[in-house]
Structure formats: C-alpha cells, structure tokens
C-alpha cells in the first residue's frame, strides 16, 4: 500500500517550539518585522545586534557601471532568521507523523488541506479589500505560512475531534 | 455504504481495540468505519473480510442510490 512519507513525531515538537517563539519574539517585539514604526518591550535596547554583511542578489542599479549580480550589503537580519524559522517551524508541525498514522489519518490530511485552501483564500481575499499600499506586503508575507498554520490547526482539530469521539464510546 | 462490523465484530468476539490491532489500524478509523463517516480502502476490507472469514460484500453493501 502506498504510504505517505511523512517525517518522524518528534519533528512537530521542533516545530511547535519554532513558531511559537517566533510569535513570542513578534509579539514582544514587533520592529522586528514593522521596523521602528512600532513599539518594543525591548525598547531601543541590542539595536545593530543583527546587522550583519549578508550577500544580495541584483541589490545595484543594472545600469551602474559597476554593476553586479551578487553584492555585499550591512541587513538586519533579524526578520530573515524569523521567516525562516516559521517557515521551517510550520513545515515541521505539518508534515510530522500523527500518534496513529494510517489510511483515515491520510483522508483527514486531505480533508484539512483543502480546507484550509479555502479558508486561506478567503482571508487573503478579505485583506486584498482592507488592506492597501506598503501594509499589503506584511500581508503576502503572512501568506508564505498561513496556509501550513491554518492546515495544521484544522488537521489537529480533526484528530482530537476523532479521539475524542473514541474516548466518549468507552 | 453501510456496514456491519459491530454485529461481525460481536460475532468473534473482538474489540474495536483488538481488530484495531489485527488490521493495523488505529481504534479511531475502526470507529469512523463502524459509524459510516468513513469509507476505507480495498485493502483494509479485504483484511476485515479475511478476519471475519467472510465476504466483503457481506460487511460493507451500498445504500439506494449508491
């Protein structure tokens, strides 16, 4: 029977650990990502702790003469090490095995995923009517792992409703 | 579809635990089966079938309009 390759139960934890002390870190701290229009538990406190020498892809003019494809430029790199880590973080949570991994757990997966298809869709939809100019970019940004948010949480939704179900027949 | 794995079950005298176990699934999809909000795989009604020594036609029928 084809099984689906899924990656072993402690990486959910990993994951969990991940994004929620990236939203932790945001929520403390949101400069982070707003930069410092924003107001900070940290205050103005470790500024420049996270500016670093980091290579850029086309950063100067084409028309420069000293133009070139690679260059290297001072960036906080505070916001890059967050999106990565929720990015991984989410992936972890999502595709990490469930207790019981088998064929109905396989339809739930399907089942949340299309729903949280839909559902990420329809907020995205909402944001695009509410949400203009440069504050849209934060929301395409929030697009990158909202929908693995949004699948996770339905997914595990639908296993505690399953065990729960099991656990009221006993 | 309907099915009538409690009365087969009850028959043999398992558990849902213990045909759980016996078919290699969890407790929870024997019951989604069992409650008809599950459909399962040809696989898994073959297996039920060959626990039960009987057919799968004689576990799982379609309703009307099926």
């Not at chain 1, 991940?18 to 990502?33: H, K, Q, R, W």
């Not at chain 1, 420069?64 to 290297?72: G, H, K, N, V």
């Not at chain 1, 991984?88 to 207790?99: D, E, P, W």
């Not at chain 2, 599950?38 to 060959?50: I, T």
Request: hydrophobic fraction near 50%; charged fraction near 20%.
């Amino acid at each position: 029977m084809n099984k689906l390759k899924l990656l072993p139960r402690w990486c959910r934890y990993i994951g969990l650990v991940l994004v929620i002390s990236c939203i932790g870190m945001f929520v403390a701290d949101p400069e982070v990502i707003f930069g410092e229009l924003t107001w900070s538990i940290f205050g103005d406190a470790e500024e420049g702790f996270f500016v670093r020498s980091v290579p850029a892809l086309l950063d100067s003019n084409p028309n420069d003469p000293t133009f070139s494809l690679i260059s290297w430029v001072e960036n906080d790199i505070s916001n890059e090490l967050m999106l990565t880590a929720m990015l991984v973080g989410t992936y972890l949570i999502a595709f990490a095995r469930v207790k019981e991994e088998d064929e109905f757990s396989h339809q739930l997966r399907l089942e949340a995923m299309s729903q949280a298809l839909v559902y990420n869709g329809i907020i995205l939809l909402i944001f695009n009517w509410l949400v203009y100019d440069g504050l849209f970019l934060y929301v395409m940004m929030t697009q990158l792992f909202s929908f693995l948010l949004l699948f996770s949480f339905i997914f595990a939704m639908k296993i505690r409703k399953q065990r729960k179900m099991v656990g009221d027949e006993e | 579809m309907k099915n009538s794995i409690k009365v087969e079950r009850a028959k043999k005298d398992l558990t849902q635990a213990k045909l759980a176990k016996l078919t290699g699934v969890s407790r929870q999809t024997i019951n989604a089966i069992e409650l008809g909000k599950y459909v399962p795989s040809a696989l898994l009604a073959l297996k039920m079938a060959q626990i039960f020594e009987c057919q799968v036609e004689e576990i799982f029928q379609l309703e009307e309009g099926e």
